[in-house]
């Protein structure tokens, strides 16, 4: 058996679970309600993130965590992800 090397640098590894930013990895909650609680509260926080400690990067990472039970959310990261890849590709050809 073959194991197969990921360059995942940014999103939630399908089979640990676990939240993937770089070298950083965070284990998600086994509970949908806890997941959806955890994103929904990181989403709070960073809209008031002109406070200290609070910051705007929470907003990203609640996403991040919502679209892992959430399909709505899911396909907007994914159309960003595309439209981004899009965007950073043309870039390159010029």
């Known amino acids: 058996m073959t194991t197969r090397k990921t ?3 940014f999103g939630i590894d399908p089979r640990t679970r676990q939240i993937v930013i770089g ?3 965070m284990k998600l909650p086994e509970s949908r309600w806890l997941r959806t609680l955890i994103g929904v509260l990181l989403i709070v926080g960073g809209i008031l993130g002109f406070l200290p400690i609070l910051g705007f990067w929470m907003v ?3 996403l991040l965590v919502l679209s892992h039970d959430s399909h709505f959310v899911r396909r907007q ?6 439209w ?8 390159n050809a010029r």
């Open 7 to 9: 360059n995942m640098h």
């Open 23 to 25: 070298s950083f990895r």
């Open 60 to 62: 990203p990472l609640g």
């Open 77 to 82: 990261r994914r159309r960003l992800a595309v």
């Open 84 to 91: 981004w890849a899009t965007r950073k590709a043309r870039r």
